[in-house]
């Protein structure tokens, strides 16, 4: 039961990482294009989820949190992963506070 959940985790990882990928390719055009703080904090709220989904499915798998994923072409493990996520969440909150 146990490889089976971690192979189910796993699978659930990387599509989580994907769905990061996206989304931070989307905030990042949107904050190119000067998009308004409501569509930022659309995006804001979309990455925070991921984020969320991520630390609850590492939470529950201990074979997911000592597999190496990849992240925009680079290999890391789940402390990495959840680094890179909540730096882009900070970052994105402190664009979105600076349009106020």
Do not use: C, P
Not at 27 to 43: E, F, G, I, W
Not at 60 to 73: D, N
């Amino acid at each position: 039961m146990g490889f089976i959940n971690g192979m189910l985790s796993i699978n659930k990882i990387n599509h989580l990482l994907k769905d990061l990928e996206n989304q931070v390719t989307i905030s990042q055009d949107q904050v190119q294009r000067h998009a308004s703080a409501d569509t930022l904090r659309n995006s804001l709220n979309v990455l925070k989820h991921i984020h969320q989904e991520m630390i609850d499915t590492f939470a529950g798998s201990s074979g997911a949190r000592v597999s190496v994923y990849t992240l925009f072409g680079d290999k890391m493990r789940m402390d990495g992963i959840l680094t890179y996520s909540k730096n882009v969440i900070y970052n994105l909150s402190a664009i979105i506070n600076i349009k106020h």
